[in-house]
């Protein structure tokens, strides 16, 4: 159980076009995702917290009116990668927590953004 | 967010040997995660330790947490080519809501 699935798994767009990734949660309710980024051979940095229901909660440097967070339902936030540039190019991986679960996050696939 | 250290950064060894990755963080943390990533892929999640834990098994591996250090140690026994992966540590913060702080991880290539 506890099935985080992230849609698409690779995309390539052009500098200046929108790019949506979608996170969902396919057994489970997640009033909570969080939205990684991942550069090649790096860790992983959290960019936002995803809270159903209200605004997107970001970490400190991360732009807000860049990398747009929805989280409409219970199962469902995206990430929207606004007029993207080659520097937005990297790994995106969402998670989700279980309610009333403590940590282990389950985490999506990821998705490889590279922008020309 | 501060990022933990992890060392090596990078371990290569043969099939049946055993790897020991060590981390270390910098925060007070509620528990301690490792977590497993192939190449390109999500994150796998292995194993929890909490912070009032000292060690904890499961299977192949060996999770050690040393909070007066702000240190844990991730050992796989007896690895195999299929281990070959890239392993984080994470710490969750004061709280144990999924807020999660990575390691900087460490490239495991076990050689058949």
């Known amino acids: 159980g506890a099935v985080v699935s992230q849609h698409p798994s690779w995309v390539i767009c052009k500098s200046g076009t929108s790019v949506k990734i979608e996170c969902r949660s396919l057994?489970?309710?997640?009033?909570?995702m969080f939205w990684y980024r991942q550069f090649p051979k790096q860790s992983l940095m959290l960019m936002a917290t995803?809270?159903?229901?209200?605004?997107?909660?970001?970490e400190q440097g991360v732009e807000k009116d860049k990398f747009l967070i929805n989280h409409a339902s219970l199962t469902l936030s995206t990430l929207t990668v606004t007029s993207a540039h080659p520097e937005d190019s990297s790994f995106y991986i969402c998670?989700?927590?279980?309610?009333?679960?403590?940590?282990?996050?389950?985490f999506g696939n990821g998705t490889r953004l590279t922008v020309t | 967010s501060q990022q933990g250290e992890e060392d090596p950064q990078a371990l290569s060894i043969q099939e049946g040997e055993n790897a020991t990755m060590n981390c270390s963080y910098k925060t007070s943390i509620n528990n301690l995660q490792w977590y497993r990533q192939n190449s390109g892929r999500g994150l796998v999640h292995l194993i929890l330790i909490r912070s009032n834990e000292r060690e904890k098994h499961s299977g192949r591996l060996r999770v050690t947490l040393d909070t007066s250090k702000k240190s844990s140690s991730l050992l796989i026994t007896a690895s195999r080519a299929a281990d070959t992966a890239s392993y984080f540590c994470a710490n969750a913060g004061g709280t144990s809501y999924g807020k999660l702080t990575f390691g900087q991880g460490t490239i495991l290539t076990v050689h058949p």
């Open positions: 998670s989700a927590l279980v309610p009333g679960g403590v940590s282990p996050l389950h």
């Open positions: 995803s809270n159903e229901g209200s605004k997107a909660t970001y």
């Open positions: 057994d489970f309710q997640a009033t909570t």
